[in-house]
């Protein structure tokens, strides 16, 4: 990476530092998005089915859950990590484990929440079929989830979104080190304060053309599903 | 193919209430579900068909009263059937929704391709099975609620108003069906609006208002000689209040 590449330079010359970093940003923000969608969407949809006491206060909790400051996160996982804390033996602090943690927690009550809500507003529509047919639980579960599969596409996204575009709560847990933990957002705000900003801006730029990508992604996979919409 | 035994019959309701709030739905009913022709309830909107259905189903328990299938209480549908009036159909294909029903009937996977290929032909919906089933006609989705209905090989299937807003060609093939539904053993209790219908399909007729059994019988005797003022005014087509 020489001192005066334009951000274009490093884009289309494959920078090899550049592209690390990329791969890593993407690395930990899928882990984070798919690890927190295992345990975010069956739950979103068991609360969704669900009628138990406090059941509100549960959905006003996640929902509020979904505006959690990342640096809230970001402290709460470095002190579980940190060599004094409970989680202190496993070394998992300043690694890409600790990023992927740090934003499943950020990224799971964005999936349950939206989940949930998908998902109840199906069951209203198919409660009385699975009644009649006399439909499991678990399998009402299941079935729910896989007949939403189209709109939890745009949850994921949103999920992903968040993940991807997340800074303060990775660079805690993180460190932000050079060719371990740093991701395309750290790397921005860190070359920023530096003045580099060739390199700050062809990350940027990758940001940016990622996030489109998978919006495009997911807009044609919707676009696919829309023919299996009520009408 | 169904099962013509018929271990949920008959089906009685002795006295039953149920109520939402302070409304009374059912008031009192106690009727017997026969094996045979198809028993047809009519009545005017509000009268109770549909809750009937659904209580004699087994998907609401009344307040108060009693219901058997085959002399037991035991509620499980596991050999009912009900096609709701407007049935949903599940966000996939005509086959795959014909795939779920069988594999939560239990039916080995195994079999379930083969049974698919019975149940589109019985309902005509063969060359369509590919199609979201989403995107059906209102005909064709009554059709395939019947044929998701069938997968179960239900003793007794009920059916809430399975032409209402259909056109004629449809509602002549929903008939059918029904008719040779009937014709292999299973037991059709259904509702409708259309007395015409009530005359081409049943071989009891119930008239319900305000949730009491107003009179019941023979269809040919009932929809011919009602014996009550209150089903002589409804069969001329009088308002009912």
């Given at each position: 990476?020489?001192?005066?590449a334009?951000?274009?330079?490093?884009?289309?010359g494959?920078?090899?530092?550049?592209?690390?970093?990329?791969?890593?940003?993407?690395?930990?923000?899928?882990?984070?998005?798919?690890?927190?969608?295992?345990?975010?969407?069956?739950?979103?949809?068991?609360?969704?089915?669900?009628?138990?006491?406090g059941?509100?206060?549960?959905?006003?909790?996640?929902?509020?859950?979904?505006?959690?400051?990342?640096?809230?996160?970001?402290?709460?996982?470095?002190?579980?990590?940190?060599?004094?804390?409970?989680?202190?033996?496993l070394?998992?602090?300043?690694?890409?484990?600790?990023?992927?943690?740090?934003?499943?927690?950020?990224?799971?009550p964005?999936?349950?929440?939206?989940?949930?809500?998908?998902?109840?507003?199906?069951?209203?529509?198919y409660?009385?079929?699975?009644?009649?047919?006399?439909?499991?639980?678990?399998?009402?579960?299941?079935?729910?989830?896989?007949?939403?599969?189209?709109?939890?596409?745009?949850t994921?996204?949103?999920?992903?979104?968040?993940?991807?575009?997340?800074?303060?709560?990775?660079?805690?847990?993180g460190?932000?080190?050079?060719?371990?933990?740093?991701?395309?957002?750290?790397?921005?705000?860190?070359?920023?304060?530096?003045?580099?900003?060739?390199?700050?801006?062809?990350?940027?730029?990758?940001?940016?053309?990622?996030?489109?990508?998978?919006?495009?992604?997911?807009?044609?996979?919707?676009?696919?599903?829309?023919?299996?919409?009520?009408? | 193919?169904?099962?013509?035994?018929?271990?949920q019959?008959?089906?009685?309701?002795?006295?039953?209430?149920?109520?939402?709030?302070?409304?009374?739905?059912?008031?009192?009913?106690?009727l017997?579900?026969?094996?045979?022709?198809?028993?047809?309830?009519?009545?005017?909107?509000?009268?109770?068909?549909?809750?009937?259905?659904?209580t004699?189903?087994?998907?609401?328990?009344p307040?108060?009263?009693?219901?058997?299938?085959g002399?037991?209480?035991?509620?499980?549908?596991?050999?009912?059937?009900?096609?709701?009036?407007?049935?949903?159909?599940?966000?996939?294909?005509?086959?795959?929704?014909?795939?779920?029903?069988?594999?939560?009937?239990?039916?080995?996977?195994?079999?379930?391709?083969?049974?698919?290929?019975?149940?589109?032909?019985?309902?005509?919906?063969?060359?369509?099975?590919?199609?979201?089933?989403?995107?059906?006609?209102?005909?064709e989705?009554?059709?395939?609620?019947?044929?998701?209905?069938?997968?179960?090989?239900?003793?007794?299937?009920?059916?809430?108003?399975?032409?209402?807003?259909?056109?004629?060609?449809?509602?002549?093939?929903?008939?059918?069906?029904?008719?040779?539904?009937?014709?292999?053993?299973?037991?059709?209790?259904?509702?409708?609006?259309?007395?015409?219908?009530?005359?081409?399909l049943?071989?009891?007729?119930?008239?319900?208002?305000?949730?009491?059994?107003?009179?019941?019988?023979?269809?040919?005797?009932?929809?011919g000689?009602?014996?009550t003022?209150?089903?002589?005014?409804?069969?001329?087509?009088?308002?009912?209040i």
């Amino acid at each position: 990476m020489t001192p005066d590449a334009t951000a274009l330079d490093l884009v289309l010359g494959g920078d090899p530092a550049l592209y690390a970093i990329v791969r890593l940003s993407l690395i930990v923000s899928l882990s984070a998005t798919a690890l927190a969608a295992l345990v975010g969407a069956p739950l979103g949809a068991l609360i969704a089915l669900s009628r138990f006491p406090g059941r509100q206060a549960v959905v006003v909790a996640l929902n509020a859950m979904m505006g959690l400051p990342p640096v809230v996160a970001g402290l709460a996982i470095y002190l579980l990590l940190s060599r004094s804390g409970p989680l202190g033996s496993l070394g998992l602090l300043f690694t890409p484990q600790a990023m992927v943690i740090t934003q499943m927690l950020l990224v799971l009550p964005i999936i349950a929440a939206l989940t949930r809500q998908t998902v109840e507003d199906l069951w209203m529509e198919y409660r009385d079929e699975f009644a009649a047919m006399n439909v499991g639980p678990l399998r009402r579960v299941g079935t729910l989830l896989w007949d939403a599969r189209f709109s939890m596409v745009t949850t994921l996204l949103a999920g992903f979104g968040r993940a991807a575009a997340e800074v303060g709560s990775i660079i805690i847990v993180g460190g932000n080190i050079e060719g371990h933990t740093r991701t395309m957002t750290t790397s921005i705000a860190l070359e920023t304060s530096k003045g580099n900003l060739p390199l700050a801006m062809g990350l940027g730029l990758v940001l940016i053309t990622i996030v489109l990508l998978v919006n495009v992604a997911a807009w044609t996979v919707r676009q696919a599903g829309s023919k299996f919409e009520q009408r | 193919m169904m099962q013509t035994s018929a271990p949920q019959l008959p089906i009685v309701l002795e006295d039953v209430h149920v109520a939402s709030g302070s409304t009374r739905i059912l008031d009192g009913i106690s009727l017997q579900f026969d094996a045979g022709a198809p028993t047809v309830l009519i009545g005017p909107n509000g009268s109770g068909k549909t809750t009937l259905l659904r209580t004699a189903m087994g998907l609401i328990r009344p307040d108060r009263g009693r219901i058997s299938w085959g002399g037991s209480e035991d509620a499980s549908v596991a050999r009912r059937a009900l096609v709701f009036q407007r049935p949903v159909m599940l966000r996939r294909s005509v086959a795959d929704n014909l795939r779920y029903a069988l594999a939560v009937a239990g039916v080995a996977r195994a079999r379930r391709g083969a049974r698919i290929d019975e149940l589109l032909a019985l309902v005509g919906l063969t060359a369509i099975a590919d199609r979201p089933a989403p995107r059906l006609s209102g005909g064709e989705r009554q059709r395939l609620a019947l044929a998701r209905a069938l997968a179960r090989e239900p003793a007794v299937l009920f059916l809430d108003e399975p032409t209402a807003s259909l056109d004629p060609a449809a509602t002549m093939a929903i008939e059918e069906l029904v008719r040779n539904v009937g014709a292999s053993g299973v037991k059709v209790v259904m509702t409708t609006h259309d007395l015409g219908e009530a005359a081409r399909l049943a071989g009891e007729v119930v008239l319900l208002h305000r949730g009491r059994v107003v009179e019941s019988g023979p269809a040919q005797q009932l929809l011919g000689h009602p014996a009550t003022e209150e089903a002589r005014r409804f069969m001329a087509g009088q308002l009912l209040i």
